[in-house]
Structure formats: structure tokens, C-alpha cells
């Protein structure tokens, strides 16, 4: 049974910098794509970033590119994304969710994270970036 576990949420102020954690149990990475999903007040939910667990290729959303940075760490089933420089727009409850890849190419990875074609989902977790 997959679970996945979101944390590390919270208020921060614009600048400012939040890891988020998500535990994943139930599956193991090698043929996953796990990813960071939001969604803002009023917004329809969508793709932050997403990796691979066979081969690590990453997608980002133009929004965060250069502020955010996905991670895995195989021996803990955990991803991590760390946020760099939060904006008032980062405002958002976040998502960790998995998808099982029938082939483990980036192109499939990329096909489920950026239509949300998702498996599995985590509850979220609240960022709220705030002076």
C-alpha cells in the first residue's frame, strides 16, 4: 500500500528558505516518479518539480526554476525540496505525490507529472510565505 508523508511546511518570510520532506512507504523508488505539487487559493493545482527514481532526471516548473531543488535519498524512501528565495506567490498547500512509471524514461516521467497523472497522493502540507 503506498503512503506518502508531506512535512516541513510553514510561514516564512519573502526571501526566506523551507525544506519540505515527503516519506514514501509501500513502493520503492526504482520505478516511480515522485513529485512536489501545489495548489494557491482559487488555483487549480499544479506541477513544482518531479524526479525520477530509476535514472534521477528532474522537471521544474519555469516558476521555481533556480530557487527550487529536488532530492531523493534512496536508503530513506524520502524526497526532499528545498526552497530557496520564497515568494508571496509560493503561497500554497503542498503535495507530494508518486506515479508508476510502465517504462522508466524521462519522457514518461515528464507525461505523469506535468498532466498530474499521479497514482498516489500524500496530504498536503501548508507553505505560507508572508511579511
Known amino acids: 500500500d503506498v503512503q506518502l508523508q508531506a512535512s516541513g511546511g510553514g510561514l516564512v518570510q519573502p526571501g526566506g528558505s523551507l525544506r519540505l520532506s515527503c516519506a514514501a512507504s509501500?513502493?520503492?523508488?526504482?520505478?516511480?516518479?515522485i513529485g512536489w505539487f501545489r495548489q494557491a487559493p482559487g488555483k487549480e493545482r499544479e506541477e513544482v518539480s518531479c524526479i525520477s527514481g530509476s535514472d534521477g532526471s528532474i522537471d521544474y516548473a519555469d516558476s521555481v526554476k533556480g530557487r527550487f531543488t529536488i532530492s531523493k535519498d534512496n536508503t530513506k524512501n524520502t524526497v526532499y525540496l528545498q526552497m530557496d528565495s520564497l515568494k508571496p506567490e509560493d503561497t500554497a498547500v503542498y503535495y507530494c505525490?508518486?506515479?508508476?512509471?510502465?517504462?522508466?524514461?524521462?519522457?514518461?516521467?515528464?507525461?505523469?507529472?506535468?498532466?498530474?497523472?499521479?497514482?498516489?497522493w500524500g496530504e498536503g502540507t501548508q507553505v505560507t510565505v508572508s511579511s
Open positions: 505525490a508518486a506515479a508508476r512509471m510502465r517504462v522508466p524514461h524521462v519522457l514518461v516521467m515528464l507525461s505523469h507529472c506535468r498532466n498530474l497523472r499521479m497514482d498516489s
Open positions: 509501500g513502493f520503492t523508488f526504482d520505478d516511480y516518479a
